[in-house]
């Protein structure tokens, strides 16, 4: 059975660092063709991908973005670490990691359950 | 903000079909990128709805299909029920964005 789930903070201030983990387990992410992506959700609003680390270690970042987001993984411990600097108000939302596979078209078929993220002083 | 656009919302009495449209552009739909779409049930995450060229996963019924022409594509479903009670979202990959996409969102209603 795959599963994601993802933990960090609840509260960060304004200017911090929020760094969040993505725990897996029913597969390898070293598997030819796996990928783990990372979605949020502000209140009330669409799914918006930040970014993406590959199998083979290659790594994929929202353009708009970009500058803030570091994404690895340690995969001995089999997660996906994401962090995004200089928090804002504007950052409040549900952060989710999602699985996708090369062969599915790069769907994300399968979500962890997801981490909400308040920003404020 | 979203580069797919999806109508708020759409709505249908049980057992009638709906569909729900995503216009995309020549960078992503247009450029023949795959269309997944997803649902999800108010406070859950999203759940893989149908992926690639119109495949759904183990569990999910046939009374979803989708379609695709040009820049845009179609999420029908048949049979409505109350557990279709839920917002949908289409996804692509972007070309000038170098990333992926997803849909405004709809949310469907079932009267």
């Known amino acids: 059975q795959v599963t994601l789930k993802e933990s960090g903070p609840a509260l960060v201030k304004p200017t911090e660092t929020l760094t969040l983990t993505c725990t897996f387990s029913?597969?390898?992410?070293?598997?030819?063709?796996?990928?783990v992506s990372w979605i949020r959700q502000r209140p009330g609003k669409a799914l918006e991908w930040l970014a993406r680390?590959?199998?083979?270690?290659?790594?994929f970042y929202s353009t708009s973005l970009r500058t803030r987001l570091t994404i690895s993984t340690d995969t001995s411990k089999n997660q996906v670490v994401l962090t995004m600097t200089n928090m804002d108000p504007v950052d409040t939302a549900t952060y989710y990691c999602?699985?996708?596979?090369?062969?599915?078209?790069?769907?994300?078929?399968?979500w962890g359950q997801g981490t909400m993220v308040t920003v404020s002083s | 903000q979203s580069v797919l656009t999806q109508p708020p919302s759409v709505s249908g009495a049980p057992g009638q079909r709906v569909t729900i449209s995503c216009t995309g552009s020549?960078?992503?739909?247009?450029?023949?990128?795959?269309v997944h779409w997803y649902q999800q049930l108010p406070g859950t995450a999203p759940k893989l709805l149908i992926f690639?060229?119109?495949n759904r996963p183990s569990g999910v019924p046939d009374r979803f299909s989708d379609s695709k022409s040009g820049t845009s594509a179609s999420l029908a479903i048949t049979g409505l029920q109350a557990e279709d009670e839920a917002d949908y979202y289409c996804?692509?990959?972007?070309?000038?964005?170098?990333?992926?996409?997803f849909g405004t969102g709809t949310k469907v209603t079932v009267l």
């Open positions: 999602a699985r996708q596979r090369t062969k599915d078209g790069d769907a994300f078929d399968i």
């Open positions: 029913g597969f390898s992410l070293t598997t030819t063709g796996m990928r």
């Open positions: 680390i590959d199998w083979d270690y290659d790594k």
């Open positions: 020549s960078s992503n739909i247009g450029a023949l990128y795959d």
């Open positions: 690639g060229n119109s």
């Open positions: 996804q692509s990959y972007d070309s000038s964005l170098s990333g992926y996409v």
